[in-house]
């Protein structure tokens, strides 16, 4: 949902629908698809179908001698023609449990090393997450001409209690959001800028990440709803008209502390 026009507030299907790939490949874009995450399963084949329609795709983990920690993925940046109109999406293992593999021993700075610890191992792999994105933002500014960045979590975890696959409460799909807009994007694109500037306190679910995607690019399309997009002006969603669990709860039923 978060990569497509499917949303909890449509009734589109999966198979029916644009992913932010098919619409920043007719804006004339070179897609580039990099994940440290699973390439088959239950929670990653719809993904992975998504990204294999990338002009690039590659897992990490189909290289069986390359670290996994989510840093092995800045090698891929490398082999990114600074002169083409570049479209990256990487996909982090992130904050996943078991926390304590998620960042190199000698990275902990709020857990000893190697001591199984939950809540400062969580809290070292999320430092850890910073690190990496820093290092992708600067690379990026520096050889690729990098206009935006987007950056958001599928879920949220309670360190202290096991993942399941059913809903958790909603201290499990609280989660983060940021874009970062360049200087030269912001001169070209000030209604964009404007548009998240005005929009920052307001609520989303990433179901709506394509919108967002769509708006960042100023796409014009009749495969884009601008008042699902919190880089329109046009932004529609209040925190009473937002879903969870698969359009199953409110999200201003969350009352949790």
């Not at 933002?137 to 990098?146: I, R």
């Not at 958001?152 to 499990?172: E, L, V």
């Not at 800028?193 to 679910?205: G, P, V």
């Not at 967002?212 to 046009?234: M, W």
């Amino acid at each position: 949902r978060a990569f497509t026009e499917v949303n909890q507030y449509n009734d589109k299907k999966f198979y029916e629908s644009c992913s932010f790939v098919d619409i920043a490949r007719k804006a004339g874009f070179k897609i580039s698809w990099f994940s440290n995450q699973s390439h088959i399963g239950a929670a990653d084949t719809a993904v992975t179908l998504v990204a294999n329609t990338a002009d690039t795709a590659e897992w990490t983990k189909l290289h069986l001698n390359q670290v996994q920690y989510d840093e092995s993925l800045l090698g891929y940046l490398k082999q990114i023609d600074a002169n083409e109109n570049n479209f990256i999406v990487f996909h982090l293992k992130g904050n996943h449990f078991n926390f304590i593999n998620r960042y190199p021993q000698e990275f902990a700075k709020f857990s000893k090393p190697d001591t199984y610890d939950l809540i400062p191992n969580y809290i070292d792999s999320i430092a850890y997450t910073d690190y990496v994105l820093q290092q992708i933002q600067e690379y990026a500014a520096k050889h690729l001409n990098l206009q935006a960045m987007v950056y958001f979590s599928d879920h949220a975890t309670i360190p202290d209690k096991r993942r399941s696959p059913n809903f958790g409460g909603f201290a499990t799909v609280r989660i983060p959001l940021f874009t970062y807009l360049a200087d030269d994007y912001i001169s070209k694109h000030p209604e964009v800028y404007s548009a998240l500037k005005a929009n920052h306190d307001k609520y989303w679910t990433n179901d709506l990440a394509y919108e967002l995607i769509c708006g960042i690019l100023d796409i014009k399309s009749n495969h884009y709803d601008e008042s699902n997009s919190l880089a329109s002006t046009q932004y529609k969603y209040t925190k009473d008209m937002l879903m969870t669990d698969l359009g199953k709860l409110h999200i201003i039923d969350d009352i949790e502390k």
